[in-house]
């Protein structure tokens, strides 16, 4: 069974990379995390977390089912998609570039209530509405990761994409629920976001050169 994972190992590995980059770069989920971190304490956050993850992974499925559909009409389609995804990421790139150079004020997004229940709403509503999510999933889908795969190649990417998604963000939930690391993250912004912009810069190359 490993043995039909190992053609599709590197194209995980691409996938992966950006989506590690998309969900460990600041957006609303962090800003969601960050308020939720302040305000309720870690375990809320970690919960949030888990709606977040679930969201992305529907975005996954989603985008995946999407993408496949246009491979099997039109090879020109993901060319198109390709170069819209690798423009976004440029456009990150540049927008991450900007803040380092005058980073923004840091502020916090909307807190939910205390259920559990909400909390894991919250959190999937806002994946599922984020445009920098669909458009990053967009990108990787673009990659082609799984095609030509099988279920055990689909349900390896959808758990590694969930656990990446939830990995990441609760690391930002239990760094910014500690007064330290906040004023840490505050001060190095700068350097946090000129790192952002090289790696959106690459992955905007990569992508737009794509051949899978």
């Known amino acids: 069974m490993m043995a039909d994972l190992i053609p599709f190992l590197p194209g995980f590995f691409a996938a992966f990379s950006i989506l590690m980059v998309a969900a460990s770069s600041p957006g609303p989920a962090v800003a969601m995390l960050l308020g939720i971190s302040m305000s309720r304490g870690r375990a809320a956050a970690l919960v949030t977390c888990l709606g977040i993850a679930f969201g992305s992974t529907t975005i996954n499925l989603a985008t995946m089912l999407g993408v496949g559909l246009l491979l099997s009409e039109a090879a020109w389609a993901m060319q198109i998609l390709r170069i819209l995804g690798a423009a976004y990421l440029a456009w990150l790139a540049y927008g991450a570039f900007r803040k ?3 980073p923004p004020a840091l502020t916090t997004g909307p807190v939910p209530a205390r259920s559990v229940p909400r909390l894991l709403l919250a959190g999937y ?3 599922v509405t984020n445009p920098k999510a669909i458009v990053f ?8 990761a799984t095609e030509g795969g099988g279920a055990l190649v689909y349900a390896a990417f959808f758990i590694g994409a969930w656990i990446i998604s939830f990995t990441c963000h609760a690391a930002w939930a239990l760094l910014l629920s500690a007064a330290p690391i906040r004023a840490a993250y505050a001060r190095a912004r700068r350097s946090v976001e000129a790192t952002l912009g090289v790696l959106f810069a690459f992955f905007a190359f990569k992508l737009a050169t794509s051949r899978s």
């Open 125 to 127: 509503l806002l994946q």
């Open 137 to 144: 999933w967009l990108a990787i889908a673009a990659l082609g």
């Open 100 to 102: 380092a150079a005058n």
